[in-house]
């Protein structure tokens, strides 16, 4: 059973304009949601992460949106560039627990 | 710092086969664990070590060996080689409790092994 489930699976925007993915999650437990990022040939590599107390976080051009009370969450890129086409996870892990469950990915495209 | 390293790149075996991917790391983390990934189906882990001579099962773990004897090495052996496999394999290590950049526990990927089976 996928514990975090996550849409769409693949993404085509425009440059300049807004791609955004969803994630959503059952465990209440989670309270650790990181979004991790994919290149062509590369392991993920951390691109933003919250935790439960905030509804949002801002890191540049990246937002993580989060509704504790829907047990969704999601990355809005703004201004989206062809260098942010990539593959996006979500994951969701436990305070004390070091072990991660990913969405499935979602492949972005942004044409220039 | 070298990160997480993992040897080889690509390999291809025939069914049947054994083998052992490599990972190593130098950041002196304590928890280290090994991903698989196939497309539609996202990160699955497949074992995890929170320490030297602690090793333990994830979601996938049929197949597969893991032995932790030092802070810095993680092999993933296969025994006996199958077609299903076949996949990219990832390598992660990242510190026990708070970590670094504000967030917990913020787990560094090497850079992958593309495994075939045939």
């Known amino acids: 059973q996928q514990q975090v489930k996550q849409s769409p699976q693949s993404l085509i925007v425009q440059k300049g304009g807004i791609s955004i993915i969803n994630c959503a999650y059952e465990?209440?437990?989670?309270?650790?949601f990181p979004w991790y990022q994919q290149f062509p040939g590369k392991g993920p590599a951390l691109l933003i992460a919250i935790r439960p107390d905030v509804s949002e976080k801002k890191e540049g051009r990246f937002t993580i949106s989060f509704n504790k009370s829907a047990k969704q969450f999601s990355l809005h890129i703004m201004d989206s560039q062809p260098g942010d086409s990539a593959t996006y996870f979500c994951a969701a892990s436990m305070i004390w627990g070091n072990q991660f469950y990913f969405g499935t990915g979602t492949s972005l495209t942004v044409i220039p | 710092n070298a990160g997480v390293t993992q040897t080889p790149k690509f390999q291809v075996l025939k069914t049947g086969q054994s083998m052992t991917l490599q990972c190593a790391q130098d950041?002196?983390?304590?928890?280290m664990s090994w991903y698989r990934q196939d497309p539609g189906m996202g990160l699955r882990l497949i074992h995890y070590s929170v320490g030297a001579g602690i090793t333990d099962q994830g979601e996938v773990p049929n197949g597969y060996n893991v032995s932790r004897s030092t802070t810095e090495d993680f092999p993933l052996r296969l025994l006996s080689a199958a077609p299903s496999q076949t996949s990219v394999y990832f390598c992660a290590s990242s510190r026990t409790g708070t970590g670094g950049r504000g967030s917990y526990n913020e787990q560094f990927f090497g850079p992958g092994t593309r495994l075939t089976v045939l």
């Open positions: 950041m002196n983390h304590e928890y």
């Open positions: 465990n209440t437990a989670f309270d650790y």
